[in-house]
């Protein structure tokens, strides 16, 4: 079977090239996120002409003091794939309503090109994000996906209504909350991700990062009571479309 971590930092490894290459020899592909537009262009450079890697084009929350709006327009229009963007509306995280108004920048101008890809971060901020990814039109016009998605119950309803995919991880799949809201999921919307590495400058390897997606798919599988191999391999040849 062909795996898709739908959520990796391929900028935060030491050397991301042979990293993409062990991955592209064991099957697996790459949606690999960055925290900031220096990161995507790192990415770029480190993946070049490797058609297995998708490089998302990211402005993190938690880096938003350093938020490039120019720089990050500037490469919009050479990808399809955004990532790592969002809210953290957590109380260690400052900053929200800047948060807010780049979040709504880049929302707009996924919304404006149309047909992007984007990865989205959300702590204690599921309805914001819902709303603005609802009054500009994104959610319509662009593919968004839920990164470990930590919302309410009613977020995710709304969150399904309105046509949102959901990328799930290890860890998330071992919380009391997550295992029962994704079995509201449609089977169709459901991705694997490992968030890994989980710092700048930590160890992760091509083993661990199929390792951790193979727990995944189990503990999906066990909490669905179904087999979705078949399933996540087709849903991500169908975000690649």
Do not use: Y
């Not at 009054?135 to 995710?156: E, N, P, R, V, Y």
């Amino acid at each position: 079977m062909m795996l898709a971590d739908a959520h990796i930092h391929l900028d935060f490894l030491a050397d991301p090239t042979a990293f993409a290459r062990e991955a592209q020899d064991r099957g697996l592909s790459l949606l690999a996120n960055s925290v900031t537009p220096q990161g995507f262009e790192r990415t770029l450079d480190a993946t070049h002409g490797m058609s297995h890697v998708c490089a998302g084009l990211g402005q993190h929350p938690w880096w938003i003091e350093q938020a490039d709006l120019k720089r990050f327009d500037s490469l919009l229009p050479h990808t399809r794939w955004i990532g790592e963007v969002g809210l953290d509306f957590s109380p260690k995280r400052p900053h929200h309503e800047r948060q807010a108004e780049v979040f709504d920048h880049i929302v707009g101008q996924c919304a404006r090109e149309g047909n992007k890809v984007l990865s989205i971060h959300s702590v204690r901020a599921a309805d914001a994000v819902l709303d603005t990814l609802e009054k500009t039109g994104c959610a319509q016009a662009c593919t968004c996906i839920f990164h470990w998605f930590s919302g309410s119950t009613d977020a995710l309803w709304r969150a399904i209504r309105m046509g949102c995919w959901f990328s799930v991880n290890e860890m998330q799949a071992n919380t009391r909350r997550a295992k029962e809201q994704l079995k509201l999921v449609p089977k169709e919307r459901l991705l694997l991700e490992t968030d890994l590495p989980p710092a700048e400058d930590a160890t992760t390897t091509v083993a661990d990062v199929l390792a951790s997606l193979e727990r995944t798919r189990t503990l999906l599988e066990t909490i669905r009571n179904e087999q979705l191999s078949d399933q996540l391999q087709a849903n991500w040849f169908r975000l690649c479309m």
